[in-house]
Structure formats: structure tokens, C-alpha cells
């Protein structure tokens, strides 16, 4: 079992920056790829970015030039700076861990709200 508790969301004004981080217990060793989605109210759930265990990222052309995604392995923990936020941006923002072996895992979620 793999445990993954995000933290970071808050209330931001249009153009603010946060940073999101998850933080990875239980069975790491075999953690592979790591990444972000988030779900706005009323929609469906969206990708935002991955990082991979070697440290190799991707982004959804929606977060691209404005998000970076970072991972530390000697933490467990995988970060989302987020700079340049938009309303649209608003959304519970979750992270996902691939188990090679067991699947993957997701946080509960944390709140990002985008004020205009």
C-alpha cells in the first residue's frame, strides 16, 4: 500500500503562485511515475503534468511554460509550482503514484482557488 497526503492549495489572486506538494509513504521502492491531476467543478477529471522516476517530465499544453513539476526521492515527495495562476485554474488538484506491481495510488486532494 502506498499513502499519498497533498498540501499546498489555498486562495490566490489572478497571477499568484502556489506550490503543491505530496508527500509518498508506505511501499515506495517501487514507485515509478508520479504526477498531478486536477477536476474543476462540474468537469471531468484532467491531467496536468508527470514526472517519471528518472526524472523525465510532461505537461498538458493548458500548464505549459507556467507549472513545473519536481520530485524528491529522498523525500518521497513530488512538487507542482504552479506561477502565473489563472481563474481558470481553480480545480482539486491530486496527485498519482504508479506501484510497479500494485497500480496506482492517488491522494485525497487539495483545493486551488484562482480569484480574479
Known amino acids: 500500500q502506498v499513502q499519498l497526503v497533498e498540501s499546498g492549495g489555498g486562495l490566490v489572486q489572478a497571477g499568484g503562485s502556489l506550490r503543491l506538494s505530496c508527500a509518498a509513504s508506505?511501499?515506495?521502492?517501487?514507485?515509478?511515475?508520479m504526477g498531478w491531476y486536477r477536476q474543476a467543478p462540474g468537469k471531468q477529471r484532467d491531467w496536468v503534468a508527470t514526472?517519471?522516476?528518472?526524472?523525465?517530465?510532461n505537461y498538458a499544453d493548458s500548464v505549459k511554460g507556467r507549472f513545473t513539476i519536481s520530485r524528491d526521492n529522498a523525500k518521497n515527495t513530488v512538487y507542482l509550482q504552479m506561477n502565473g495562476l489563472k481563474p481558470e485554474d481553480t480545480a482539486v488538484y491530486s496527485c498519482?503514484?504508479?506501484?510497479?506491481?500494485?497500480?496506482?495510488?492517488w491522494g485525497q486532494g487539495t483545493q486551488v482557488t484562482v480569484s480574479s
Open positions: 508506505g511501499s515506495i521502492f517501487r514507485l515509478n511515475n
Open positions: 498519482n503514484a504508479d506501484h510497479i506491481g500494485q497500480g496506482r495510488y
Open positions: 514526472i517519471t522516476s528518472g526524472g523525465f517530465t
